[in-house]
Protein backbone atom coordinates (compact mmCIF):
# COMPACT_ATOMS: atom_id res chain seq x y z
CA UNK A 1 0.00 0.00 0.00
CA UNK A 2 2.92 2.33 0.80
CA UNK A 3 4.20 1.74 -2.58
CA UNK A 4 1.17 2.52 -4.48
CA UNK A 5 0.78 5.33 -2.32
CA UNK A 6 3.61 6.88 -2.87
CA UNK A 7 3.54 6.26 -7.07
CA UNK A 8 0.03 7.79 -6.45
CA UNK A 9 1.65 10.70 -4.88
CA UNK A 10 4.71 10.71 -7.69
CA UNK A 11 2.53 10.16 -10.87
CA UNK A 12 0.34 13.11 -9.02
CA UNK A 13 3.42 15.35 -8.70
CA UNK A 14 4.76 15.12 -12.25
CA UNK A 15 1.13 15.52 -13.66
CA UNK A 16 0.87 18.66 -11.25
CA UNK A 17 4.07 20.25 -12.67
CA UNK A 18 3.49 19.29 -16.20
CA UNK A 19 0.09 21.12 -16.33
CA UNK A 20 2.15 24.03 -15.08
CA UNK A 21 5.19 23.63 -17.60
CA UNK A 22 3.20 22.99 -20.26
CA UNK A 23 0.00 25.20 -20.13
CA UNK A 24 -1.78 26.19 -16.51
CA UNK A 25 0.78 29.11 -16.46
CA UNK A 26 -0.83 31.34 -18.90
CA UNK A 27 -1.28 34.65 -17.22
CA UNK A 28 1.56 35.90 -18.36
CA UNK A 29 -0.14 37.19 -21.30
CA UNK A 30 -2.24 35.70 -24.12
CA UNK A 31 -0.81 35.43 -27.24
CA UNK A 32 -2.40 33.51 -30.18
CA UNK A 33 -0.23 30.81 -31.01
CA UNK A 34 2.05 31.35 -33.78
CA UNK A 35 0.98 30.96 -37.32
CA UNK A 36 2.84 29.28 -40.19
CA UNK A 37 4.53 31.20 -43.10
CA UNK A 38 3.16 28.68 -45.55
CA UNK A 39 -0.62 28.42 -43.83
CA UNK A 40 -0.18 24.98 -42.99
CA UNK A 41 -0.60 24.20 -39.26
CA UNK A 42 2.78 24.04 -37.72
CA UNK A 43 3.38 21.44 -34.88
CA UNK A 44 4.66 22.48 -31.78
CA UNK A 45 5.30 20.63 -27.72
CA UNK A 46 3.25 21.46 -25.96
CA UNK A 47 0.00 21.14 -27.71
CA UNK A 48 -1.84 25.05 -28.14
CA UNK A 49 -2.80 26.58 -26.45
CA UNK A 50 -0.16 26.33 -23.54
CA UNK A 51 3.19 28.11 -24.16
CA UNK A 52 5.17 26.13 -27.22
CA UNK A 53 8.49 25.14 -26.18
CA UNK A 54 9.37 22.96 -29.48
CA UNK A 55 8.38 22.92 -32.93
CA UNK A 56 8.75 20.45 -35.23
CA UNK A 57 10.61 21.75 -38.28
CA UNK A 58 11.31 18.65 -41.06
CA UNK A 59 12.27 15.28 -41.77
CA UNK A 60 14.96 13.27 -43.50
CA UNK A 61 14.28 9.49 -44.73
CA UNK A 62 15.62 9.79 -48.54
CA UNK A 63 18.27 11.14 -50.49
CA UNK A 64 15.74 13.01 -51.95
CA UNK A 65 15.11 15.16 -48.77
CA UNK A 66 18.33 17.42 -49.91
CA UNK A 67 18.43 16.35 -53.21
CA UNK A 68 15.13 17.21 -54.99
CA UNK A 69 14.91 14.81 -58.63
CA UNK A 70 17.13 11.60 -57.46
CA UNK A 71 15.74 8.57 -57.89
CA UNK A 72 16.26 4.24 -57.55
CA UNK A 73 16.34 4.66 -61.80
CA UNK A 74 18.98 7.49 -61.78
CA UNK A 75 21.45 5.48 -59.29
CA UNK A 76 20.69 2.05 -61.81
CA UNK A 77 22.16 4.15 -64.73
CA UNK A 78 24.81 5.67 -63.32
CA UNK A 79 26.19 3.31 -60.57
CA UNK A 80 25.79 5.94 -57.67
CA UNK A 81 24.01 4.20 -55.01
CA UNK A 82 23.75 7.17 -52.83
CA UNK A 83 21.56 8.29 -55.49
CA UNK A 84 17.42 7.30 -54.55
CA UNK A 85 19.01 6.16 -51.07
CA UNK A 86 16.28 6.06 -48.50
CA UNK A 87 16.82 4.98 -44.80
CA UNK A 88 16.85 1.26 -43.83
CA UNK A 89 17.30 1.54 -40.01
CA UNK A 90 18.48 4.26 -38.91
CA UNK A 91 19.83 4.88 -35.39
CA UNK A 92 22.28 7.56 -34.34
CA UNK A 93 22.79 10.92 -35.26
CA UNK A 94 25.11 14.26 -35.26
CA UNK A 95 25.69 17.22 -36.96
CA UNK A 96 28.79 19.41 -37.71
CA UNK A 97 29.43 22.14 -39.96
CA UNK A 98 26.48 21.35 -41.68
CA UNK A 99 26.67 17.82 -42.39
CA UNK A 100 23.95 15.69 -41.04
CA UNK A 101 25.32 12.41 -40.30
CA UNK A 102 23.20 9.18 -39.81
CA UNK A 103 24.15 5.80 -39.09
CA UNK A 104 21.65 3.42 -40.97
CA UNK A 105 22.30 0.47 -38.89
CA UNK A 106 21.80 -2.31 -41.64
CA UNK A 107 23.22 -0.24 -43.96
CA UNK A 108 26.60 2.33 -43.72
CA UNK A 109 27.01 5.98 -42.17
CA UNK A 110 25.06 8.61 -44.79
CA UNK A 111 25.59 12.14 -44.65
CA UNK A 112 22.72 14.81 -45.66
CA UNK A 113 25.20 17.75 -46.87
CA UNK A 114 22.79 20.68 -45.88
CA UNK A 115 25.46 22.84 -47.51
CA UNK A 116 25.81 22.18 -50.60
CA UNK A 117 22.16 20.31 -50.74
CA UNK A 118 24.00 16.78 -51.85
CA UNK A 119 24.01 13.70 -50.05
CA UNK A 120 26.46 10.89 -49.77
CA UNK A 121 28.19 8.49 -47.87
CA UNK A 122 30.74 9.09 -45.55
CA UNK A 123 34.10 8.81 -47.19
CA UNK A 124 36.17 7.06 -44.69
CA UNK A 125 33.65 4.05 -43.98
CA UNK A 126 35.20 1.96 -46.49
CA UNK A 127 38.12 -0.05 -46.68
CA UNK A 128 39.69 -0.30 -43.44
CA UNK A 129 36.81 2.29 -42.22
CA UNK A 130 34.20 0.12 -43.56
CA UNK A 131 30.81 -0.07 -41.02
CA UNK A 132 29.20 -3.10 -40.76
CA UNK A 133 26.46 -2.04 -38.43
CA UNK A 134 27.26 1.42 -37.37
CA UNK A 135 24.95 1.75 -34.28
CA UNK A 136 25.97 5.35 -33.19
CA UNK A 137 28.16 8.22 -33.91
CA UNK A 138 29.30 11.17 -32.05
CA UNK A 139 31.69 14.21 -32.08
CA UNK A 140 34.54 15.55 -30.26
CA UNK A 141 35.71 19.35 -30.40
CA UNK A 142 38.12 19.05 -33.56
CA UNK A 143 34.89 17.10 -35.67
CA UNK A 144 36.49 13.64 -35.36
CA UNK A 145 33.70 11.21 -35.68
CA UNK A 146 33.63 8.03 -33.35
CA UNK A 147 31.39 5.12 -34.74
CA UNK A 148 30.36 2.12 -32.59
CA UNK A 149 29.70 -0.48 -34.49
CA UNK A 150 29.10 -3.72 -32.18
CA UNK A 151 29.15 -6.25 -35.12
CA UNK A 152 32.82 -5.44 -36.27
CA UNK A 153 33.63 -4.94 -32.49
CA UNK A 154 35.24 -1.73 -32.52
CA UNK A 155 34.67 2.10 -32.58
CA UNK A 156 36.24 3.20 -36.13
CA UNK A 157 37.65 7.18 -35.61
CA UNK A 158 37.39 9.14 -38.27
CA UNK A 159 38.76 13.20 -38.88
CA UNK A 160 37.28 16.24 -39.64
CA UNK A 161 37.34 15.49 -43.30
CA UNK A 162 35.33 12.31 -42.52
CA UNK A 163 38.62 9.95 -43.46
CA UNK A 164 39.53 6.40 -41.63
CA UNK A 165 42.14 7.29 -38.83
CA UNK A 166 41.91 4.43 -36.18
CA UNK A 167 39.87 1.74 -34.24
CA UNK A 168 39.45 1.17 -30.81
CA UNK A 169 39.33 -2.03 -29.36
CA UNK A 170 39.29 -5.32 -30.76
CA UNK A 171 36.71 -7.52 -32.04
CA UNK A 172 34.85 -10.27 -29.78
CA UNK A 173 35.95 -9.31 -26.77
CA UNK A 174 33.27 -6.72 -26.55
CA UNK A 175 30.13 -4.96 -27.87
CA UNK A 176 31.02 -1.27 -28.22
CA UNK A 177 27.28 0.59 -28.67
CA UNK A 178 28.11 3.89 -28.00
CA UNK A 179 31.02 6.38 -27.16
CA UNK A 180 31.70 9.64 -26.30
CA UNK A 181 34.40 12.00 -26.51
CA UNK A 182 35.87 14.37 -23.77
CA UNK A 183 39.44 16.13 -22.85
CA UNK A 184 41.35 13.75 -24.91
CA UNK A 185 39.16 10.36 -23.97
CA UNK A 186 37.15 8.30 -25.53
CA UNK A 187 33.84 7.08 -22.94
CA UNK A 188 32.96 3.69 -24.73
CA UNK A 189 29.59 1.87 -23.73
CA UNK A 190 30.04 -1.99 -23.49
CA UNK A 191 26.82 -3.64 -23.83
CA UNK A 192 28.62 -6.87 -23.03
CA UNK A 193 30.30 -6.21 -19.99
CA UNK A 194 27.87 -3.75 -19.13
CA UNK A 195 30.46 -1.10 -18.14
CA UNK A 196 32.33 1.77 -19.48
CA UNK A 197 35.46 1.39 -21.24
CA UNK A 198 37.71 4.67 -21.34
CA UNK A 199 40.59 4.69 -23.79
CA UNK A 200 43.27 7.36 -24.57
CA UNK A 201 42.28 9.11 -28.15
CA UNK A 202 45.57 9.77 -29.17
CA UNK A 203 47.40 6.48 -28.35
CA UNK A 204 44.30 4.35 -28.63
CA UNK A 205 45.40 2.51 -25.31
CA UNK A 206 42.34 1.66 -22.60
CA UNK A 207 42.91 3.76 -19.72
CA UNK A 208 40.52 2.20 -17.13
CA UNK A 209 36.73 0.53 -16.76
CA UNK A 210 33.61 2.54 -14.75
CA UNK A 211 30.22 1.23 -13.84
CA UNK A 212 31.13 -1.71 -11.83
CA UNK A 213 32.06 -1.24 -7.69
CA UNK A 214 31.75 -2.52 -4.57
CA UNK A 215 28.18 -0.69 -4.49
CA UNK A 216 26.00 -3.28 -6.66
CA UNK A 217 23.40 -0.59 -6.55
CA UNK A 218 25.23 1.71 -8.16
CA UNK A 219 26.61 -0.39 -11.05
CA UNK A 220 25.21 -0.11 -14.51
CA UNK A 221 22.75 -2.73 -15.79
CA UNK A 222 22.36 -2.89 -19.70
CA UNK A 223 23.82 0.43 -20.97
CA UNK A 224 22.85 1.65 -23.78
CA UNK A 225 23.94 5.15 -24.60
CA UNK A 226 26.14 7.76 -23.39
CA UNK A 227 26.64 11.44 -23.71
CA UNK A 228 29.06 13.69 -21.40
CA UNK A 229 27.96 17.63 -20.42
CA UNK A 230 30.13 20.70 -20.42
CA UNK A 231 31.25 19.85 -16.70
CA UNK A 232 32.11 16.56 -17.74
CA UNK A 233 29.18 14.45 -16.16
CA UNK A 234 28.64 10.81 -17.89
CA UNK A 235 25.07 10.30 -18.47
CA UNK A 236 24.47 6.66 -19.74
CA UNK A 237 20.99 5.13 -20.75
CA UNK A 238 20.36 2.42 -19.00
CA UNK A 239 18.01 -0.66 -19.95
CA UNK A 240 18.40 -2.90 -17.00
CA UNK A 241 17.96 0.06 -14.52
CA UNK A 242 15.46 1.80 -16.27
CA UNK A 243 17.16 5.39 -15.74
CA UNK A 244 19.48 7.59 -16.78
CA UNK A 245 22.78 7.33 -14.62
CA UNK A 246 25.02 10.08 -13.85
CA UNK A 247 28.11 9.36 -13.24
CA UNK A 248 31.62 11.85 -12.59
CA UNK A 249 34.34 10.75 -14.58
CA UNK A 250 36.14 8.55 -11.84
CA UNK A 251 32.98 6.78 -11.74
CA UNK A 252 31.12 7.49 -8.81
CA UNK A 253 27.56 7.95 -9.11
CA UNK A 254 26.22 11.57 -8.96
CA UNK A 255 22.70 10.93 -9.73
CA UNK A 256 20.11 8.14 -11.16
CA UNK A 257 17.05 10.03 -12.96
CA UNK A 258 13.70 8.02 -13.65
CA UNK A 259 13.06 4.64 -12.47
CA UNK A 260 10.80 1.85 -14.18
CA UNK A 261 7.32 2.14 -14.91
CA UNK A 262 4.88 3.72 -16.87
CA UNK A 263 3.56 6.73 -15.46
CA UNK A 264 5.18 10.54 -16.31
CA UNK A 265 9.41 10.59 -15.56
CA UNK A 266 9.67 6.95 -15.54
CA UNK A 267 11.23 4.89 -18.04
CA UNK A 268 10.67 1.37 -20.23
CA UNK A 269 13.09 0.86 -22.57
CA UNK A 270 15.74 4.27 -22.58
CA UNK A 271 17.93 4.64 -25.31
CA UNK A 272 19.31 7.73 -26.53
CA UNK A 273 20.31 10.52 -23.83
CA UNK A 274 21.62 14.46 -24.43
CA UNK A 275 21.82 17.65 -22.70
CA UNK A 276 21.74 21.29 -23.27
CA UNK A 277 24.24 23.91 -22.30
CA UNK A 278 21.47 24.55 -19.53
CA UNK A 279 21.76 21.23 -17.86
CA UNK A 280 18.26 19.63 -18.94
CA UNK A 281 18.20 16.17 -19.98
CA UNK A 282 16.78 14.74 -22.80
CA UNK A 283 16.25 10.76 -22.83
CA UNK A 284 14.73 8.40 -25.43
CA UNK A 285 12.46 5.83 -24.50
CA UNK A 286 11.89 3.43 -27.73
CA UNK A 287 8.25 1.91 -25.56
CA UNK A 288 6.96 5.05 -24.73
CA UNK A 289 7.89 6.45 -28.30
CA UNK A 290 9.01 9.58 -26.86
CA UNK A 291 11.78 12.52 -25.45
CA UNK A 292 11.35 13.26 -22.08
CA UNK A 293 13.35 16.18 -20.65
CA UNK A 294 14.24 16.69 -17.16
CA UNK A 295 16.40 19.16 -15.42
CA UNK A 296 19.85 17.72 -14.34
CA UNK A 297 18.20 17.03 -10.59
CA UNK A 298 15.54 14.40 -12.27
CA UNK A 299 12.95 16.72 -11.79
CA UNK A 300 10.79 16.39 -14.88
CA UNK A 301 9.90 19.23 -17.15
CA UNK A 302 8.23 18.01 -20.23
CA UNK A 303 8.11 15.09 -22.92
CA UNK A 304 7.59 15.31 -26.77
CA UNK A 305 6.82 12.98 -29.62
CA UNK A 306 5.15 9.96 -28.50
CA UNK A 307 3.76 7.30 -31.16
CA UNK A 308 2.06 7.93 -34.22
CA UNK A 309 2.27 8.97 -38.23
CA UNK A 310 2.31 12.61 -37.97
CA UNK A 311 4.69 15.19 -38.46
CA UNK A 312 6.67 15.12 -35.11
CA UNK A 313 5.46 11.63 -34.11
CA UNK A 314 8.26 8.68 -33.76
CA UNK A 315 8.17 5.05 -34.37
CA UNK A 316 10.59 3.28 -31.87
CA UNK A 317 13.06 6.15 -31.51
CA UNK A 318 17.00 5.20 -30.96
CA UNK A 319 18.78 8.55 -30.20
CA UNK A 320 18.80 11.93 -29.29
CA UNK A 321 21.51 14.82 -30.34
CA UNK A 322 21.56 18.89 -29.52
CA UNK A 323 22.90 21.44 -32.01
CA UNK A 324 23.48 25.11 -31.16
CA UNK A 325 25.53 25.83 -34.78
CA UNK A 326 23.52 24.40 -37.44
CA UNK A 327 20.06 26.49 -37.03
CA UNK A 328 20.69 28.85 -39.89
CA UNK A 329 19.71 25.44 -41.54
CA UNK A 330 16.39 25.16 -40.76
CA UNK A 331 15.18 28.72 -39.85
CA UNK A 332 13.26 28.83 -43.03
CA UNK A 333 11.43 25.82 -41.35
CA UNK A 334 10.54 27.20 -38.33
CA UNK A 335 7.36 29.73 -37.81
CA UNK A 336 8.24 33.31 -37.95
CA UNK A 337 7.01 34.00 -34.14
CA UNK A 338 8.92 31.17 -32.70
CA UNK A 339 12.72 31.78 -31.79
CA UNK A 340 14.83 28.73 -32.18
CA UNK A 341 17.54 28.07 -29.29
CA UNK A 342 18.66 24.99 -31.06
CA UNK A 343 18.18 22.12 -32.76
CA UNK A 344 17.25 18.43 -31.21
CA UNK A 345 17.39 15.49 -33.95
CA UNK A 346 15.87 11.93 -33.18
CA UNK A 347 15.58 8.75 -35.07
CA UNK A 348 13.23 6.84 -35.26
CA UNK A 349 13.70 3.15 -36.60
CA UNK A 350 10.51 2.89 -38.97
CA UNK A 351 7.69 4.82 -40.16
CA UNK A 352 7.51 7.84 -43.02
CA UNK A 353 10.22 10.47 -41.18
CA UNK A 354 12.77 8.67 -40.06
CA UNK A 355 15.15 11.37 -38.87
CA UNK A 356 13.20 14.03 -37.12
CA UNK A 357 14.25 17.69 -36.37
CA UNK A 358 12.34 19.84 -34.08
CA UNK A 359 13.47 22.95 -32.84
CA UNK A 360 13.74 24.41 -28.84
CA UNK A 361 12.80 28.09 -28.00
CA UNK A 362 9.82 30.04 -27.31
CA UNK A 363 7.64 31.93 -28.41
CA UNK A 364 7.95 36.14 -29.57
CA UNK A 365 6.77 38.50 -27.34
CA UNK A 366 5.52 35.89 -24.37
CA UNK A 367 6.90 36.25 -21.06
CA UNK A 368 7.73 32.50 -19.65
CA UNK A 369 7.88 31.57 -16.01
CA UNK A 370 11.42 30.18 -14.74
CA UNK A 371 11.67 26.24 -14.13
CA UNK A 372 12.50 27.49 -10.58
CA UNK A 373 9.21 28.94 -10.57
CA UNK A 374 7.01 26.20 -12.34
CA UNK A 375 8.56 23.78 -9.83
CA UNK A 376 7.70 25.82 -6.68
CA UNK A 377 4.13 26.21 -7.81
CA UNK A 378 3.76 22.61 -8.42
CA UNK A 379 5.24 21.76 -4.74
CA UNK A 380 2.50 24.40 -3.58
CA UNK A 381 -0.31 22.40 -5.03
CA UNK A 382 1.15 19.16 -4.37
CA UNK A 383 1.09 20.24 -0.74
CA UNK A 384 -2.24 21.60 -0.88
CA UNK A 385 -3.84 18.39 -2.33
CA UNK A 386 -2.01 16.22 0.63
CA UNK A 387 -3.39 18.66 3.35
CA UNK A 388 -7.09 18.69 1.39
CA UNK A 389 -7.06 14.34 1.09
CA UNK A 390 -5.84 13.31 4.36
Known amino acids: ?5 NNAKNFFRYTLLLAFLIGAVLQSGCVTTPKPVDQEEAV ?9 RLQFLRSFTTSDDIEAGASAFDSFLTGDASKGYHLVKPYGVAIKDGSLYVCDSQATVVVFDLKNKKFHTMEGAKGLGKVVQPLNISLDSQGNKFVADPVRGEVLMYDNKDFYVKSFGAAGQWKPVDAAAYDGQLYVVDAKEREIKVFDIASGEKIRSLGRSNKPEENLG ?13 YISDSGRFQVVVYDRDGHQRN ?28 VDAAFENVQIFRNDGQLLLFFGGSGTGPGKLFLPADVFIDYDNVEYFRQD ?5 DIEYLVFVTSQFGQRLVNVYGFGKEKGRTYPSEDELVEKAEQKLKQWQKESK
Open 334 to 338: ADPNF
Open 1 to 5: MVVLM
Open 222 to 234: LPTGITIDAEGLL
Open 256 to 283: AIGRPGANLGHFARPRGVATDREGRVFA
Open 44 to 52: FFPDPPAPP
